[in-house]
């Protein structure tokens, strides 16, 4: 190990170059492997849907992982330059390079499959704001990450004599953050997406009755403009004060009580405070880390006998990445459910919420039904499989138009 790290700090600065620019032709020629495939699938079924379908299945399970999985060898490959500074240099370090790498490629990306996929779902949003938007979705994870890593390694530097509370603040400090970070969610948000204000009145008298029906304070609404990009979707975030966001593509193609359908379903999450219970899942797995790293330390010190490394590592972060991964995801769907199961709950008859949810799947080209194990890694329980839960609640039959 030692001797690798050696030959990567002392390797000429050329072969270093190389070995970057490697690294990033690799995933531009992943990209286009997929770019190939993703336009075979369409010339023989003919269907955005089946060719979107393909090229989501890749994006999630080969060109994502590939970005993850080159990334350590860069980040190691530059580490040299980073050395000299002290704390705030490493951090600059842990934001920058990935920063910066991660633009590269995803930009790069972008230029190879754009025209194929304009030319297939037929979207006209400007390169520009493409960009723009892959540069803030990679600030959105990697800021919180620095500022997380920034005032941890503060707390680190504080001289605490007890232990334990040396352990509890090193739990505790990215809780904290954690907690803030989502707290300036709302107002980040309408910037991020250029929202406005949901401009029609008709609308938003509709959807401010839903807030009375279910009990609670109305959420301010927004729209947010997407229909040259032709996404379609309603979100909420917030943990105090929350904002309910449509996007203009979908208020635009949908009727009212469809818009109402899928409102009612984000209200739905508001009112079982799903945003909080999913915060409250992360930190409970971080406890568990901290419990678990703890223990085996205590335990080496009292039976004086070292737990092998490899073995402590696997202890240590299995569990804890099947928990932060598939574990997470299945709450997520479970989550899902529960805010369907709402807004039949509320009166929204159950033929209007599944044609909703079809509008939705056809306006952004996704296909109704997935493959069980694909199922599995999504945030969301399939079109096919939620109308299949909403007639088993409702007892309703929805008759499907081939
Ligand atoms: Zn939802």
């Known amino acids: 190990m030692d001797k690798i790290f050696d030959f990567i700090i002392n390797m000429p600065n050329r072969l270093r170059l190389t070995l970057i620019l490697l690294l990033i032709t690799i995933n531009y020629i992943a ?7 993703v336009l075979k699938v369409y010339r023989r079924t003919e269907s955005a849907e089946e060719a979107m379908h393909k090229l989501r299945i890749y994006n999630q399970y080969i060109l994502a992982i590939l970005q993850i999985v080159t990334i350590v060898p860069v980040q190691f490959l530059v580490v040299k330059y980073f050395m000299r500074y002290a704390k705030i240099g490493r951090i600059i370090f842990m934001i920058l390079v990935p920063f910066v790498f991660l633009m590269i490629v995803n930009v790069g990306q972008l230029l190879i499959i754009n025209k194929t996929y304009k030319r297939i779902r037929g979207t006209t949003e400007s390169l520009f704001n493409q960009i723009r938007d892959i540069a803030s979705t990679l600030l959105l994870i990697l800021v919180p990450i620095g500022v997380i890593g920034t005032v941890s390694s503060f707390a680190d530097g504080l001289d605490i004599k007890s232990e334990a509370l040396e352990g509890i ?8 953050m954690m907690f803030l970070f989502n707290l300036t969610l709302p107002f980040l948000y309408p910037k991020l997406l250029k929202a406005v204000p949901l401009g029609d009145e008709n609308l938003r008298e509709l959807l401010d009755q839903l807030f009375a029906k279910a009990g609670m304070k109305r959420a301010q609404l927004y729209q947010w403009p997407t229909k040259a990009k032709k996404v379609a979707n309603a979100l909420v975030v917030g943990l105090i004060k929350p904002k309910v966001f449509i996007s203009d593509y979908f208020l635009e193609n949908a009727e009212p009580s469809q818009v109402e359908a899928i409102i009612a379903h984000e209200v739905g999450h508001l009112k079982h405070k799903h945003l909080l219970k999913r915060l409250l899942y992360i930190v409970a797995g971080l406890c568990e880390l901290f419990i678990v790293g703890y223990l085996l330390e205590w335990y080496e010190n009292h039976t004086g006998q070292e737990i092998n490394l490899y073995l402590g590592i696997a202890i240590l972060l299995v569990p804890f990445l099947l928990y932060i991964s598939l574990g997470l995801l299945q709450y997520y769907r479970k989550q899902e459910k529960q805010a ?8 929204v008859h159950p033929e209007v ?3 909703a949810l079809l509008k939705l799947g056809r306006l952004n080209h996704m296909v109704p039904k997935l493959k069980k194990l694909d199922e599995r890694f999504q945030t969301h329980p399939s079109m096919a ?3 299949e839960q909403i007639e088993k609640i409702s007892g309703f039959k929805y008759e499907l138009e081939l």
Request: charged letters at 30%.
């Open 31 to 37: 990209e286009f492997l997929v770019k190939r495939s």
């Open 169 to 176: 603040i090193a739990a505790a400090t990215p809780i904290t």
């Open 340 to 347: 369907d199961e709402f807004v039949l709950k509320i009166g």
């Open 353 to 355: 919420l599944i044609s």
């Open 385 to 387: 499989r939620r109308i």
